[in-house]
């Protein structure tokens, strides 16, 4: 059997609202999306989502890593090759990234679940991630949200098996951005794009997906639907005859589109809440449209999340002010850290701050971090390595105003790891007055600074969430 061993997501703390955007640009204000951090990217995300997919597992047997997002960092450089380090994949891990089309997402999962099948790989992590960025004062602020999902797909046993897809291509322009823009472009005509797009290529899609799997609407427990925002999301479900299969709170409710990563994520929350032989509908869209059905399997009760996407849409935080989102956005000046960087330390360096590797000694069993030649406690040089752990307590902390960052002040912490070492890093998604030494927290792979015109990434503390 074929599917999904595990699934992940991201939700980003902060949330612009509605009631912000009112105040600034007047009208009326309701709603809210998730807001990428200053130091959150789509790659950044995508490792986040893709950690909490693998938890605590052996990734040994994973073979492929499939990276998609319409805004990745980079445009000329592997990105899925430094979410396979992040991840702690082999050397010999297939790599690629996916882009262009909003279906992206679901094209790395069905590729993924097709390599699998295939027999080429044992298992194959997915991750979409977007962060689409618009003009200020459009009404596109407020509905394009930030966002990441993931997924392991392989064999039994599975949480949920792959029972078919249906893919329909259309060259159909609606949403693009070309080389150099810095906004994103949609066509103004919404009639038009949902009659002669949504409306004809997501029913192709579905009707294919059933007639292939041999199922009727009504078998359907939960659909998980790309939509442009969360008003047309309940119109398309219940024009496609899937009322009853409307999710109970539609993560774009309170995260906005998230683009590429919308089913993905959407599909993580759906199996929180699973029953077996549940049936889930996956459908995206994007120059066409493209349809997946898994079914739930009796290990679905046993699935407990890393960080439950139900938890992160409620520990969401309101951005305020409003300049803040446009420094994050780099919509006005900002002052940005451009430190030195070095290419060859960061080869040299990339198992210890890529993949997390200190040393432990074999003698006194103390753990080192940064790595050294000798131990720190008994001086012996039989030191070997030794993975961290991502979590443990604030030792100590201090607050630094005077380094340029959109979200002052800037808090550095010193943290003792569970199961050994200390380490020092940045706090970020925290409010700096609740900072306490024996806080719980949990390192986060984030951008650093961009020394040499590279984006640097490094791991910050953030609070453990607690659920």
Not at 143 to 171: K, N, R, W, Y
Not at 258 to 266: M, V
Not at 333 to 350: G, L, N
Request: aromatic share 8%.
């Amino acid at each position: 059997m074929i599917g999904l061993v595990s699934v992940g997501a991201h939700i980003p703390r902060y949330r612009l609202t509605g009631a912000l955007l009112a105040s600034v640009w007047g009208g009326g204000g309701g709603g809210e999306r998730a807001v990428a951090n200053y130091d959150e990217d789509s790659l950044t995300m995508a490792c986040e989502a893709a950690l909490n997919a693998l938890g605590s597992r052996d990734v040994s047997r994973i073979g492929a890593c499939f990276l998609a997002s319409t805004s990745l960092p980079y445009v000329e450089k592997s990105n899925a090759t430094l979410l396979a380090s992040v991840a702690d994949l082999g050397r010999d891990v297939v790599t690629a990234d996916l882009g262009g089309s909003l279906r992206c997402g679901t094209t790395a999962l069905r590729l993924a679940l097709d390599a699998v099948r295939a027999g080429s790989v044992a298992e194959a992590l997915v991750a979409a991630s977007d962060i689409r960025v618009v003009a200020p004062g459009t009404e596109l602020e407020l509905l394009l949200g930030d966002g990441a999902g993931a997924a392991l797909v392989g064999a039994d046993p599975v949480i949920a098996s792959f029972e078919g897809a249906h893919t329909v291509s259309h060259e159909f322009t609606d949403v693009w951005r070309t080389q150099g823009d810095r906004y994103l472009n949609v066509l103004p005509d919404m009639t038009f794009i949902k009659g002669y797009g949504l409306d004809r290529h997501i029913p192709e899609a579905v009707d294919g997906v059933l007639d292939r799997t041999g199922r009727k609407k009504a078998d359907i427990t939960t659909l998980v639907l790309y939509a442009p925002d969360a008003r047309m999301h309940g119109v398309l479900i219940r024009q496609l005859g899937f009322g009853s299969a409307m999710p109970k709170e539609p993560v774009i409710g309170r995260a906005g589109n998230t683009g590429s990563a919308s089913c993905l994520l959407g599909l993580a929350s759906a199996l929180e809440t699973a029953k077996p032989h549940d049936q889930i509908l996956v459908v995206s869209y994007g120059n066409g449209a493209e349809a997946l059905l898994f079914e739930a399997t009796d290990a679905i009760e046993a699935h407990r999340p890393v960080r439950p996407v139900a938890a992160q849409l409620a520990n969401g935080r309101a951005l305020a002010p409003y300049g803040k989102f446009l420094h994050f956005r780099r919509h006005v000046e900002t002052e940005v850290i451009r430190a030195f960087t070095s290419v060859p330390t960061m080869v040299r360096e990339e198992r210890q701050n890529f993949r997390l590797y200190g040393q432990k000694c074999a003698d006194c069993g103390a753990v080192s971090y940064p790595r050294r030649h000798l131990c720190w406690q008994c001086s012996s040089a039989r030191l070997g390595d030794y993975r961290l752990s991502r979590r443990g307590k604030v030792f100590t902390f201090t607050k630094d105003f005077l380094v340029p960052n959109p979200d002052p002040p800037t808090v550095m912490v010193a943290a003792d790891l569970e199961g050994g070492a200390r380490f020092f890093a940045q706090l970020t998604d925290a409010d700096p007055a609740t900072v306490a030494v024996d806080m719980p927290v949990e390192l986060t792979f984030r951008r650093i600074h961009e020394g040499e015109d590279l984006v640097n990434y490094f791991w910050k503390f953030r609070p453990l969430l607690t659920v």
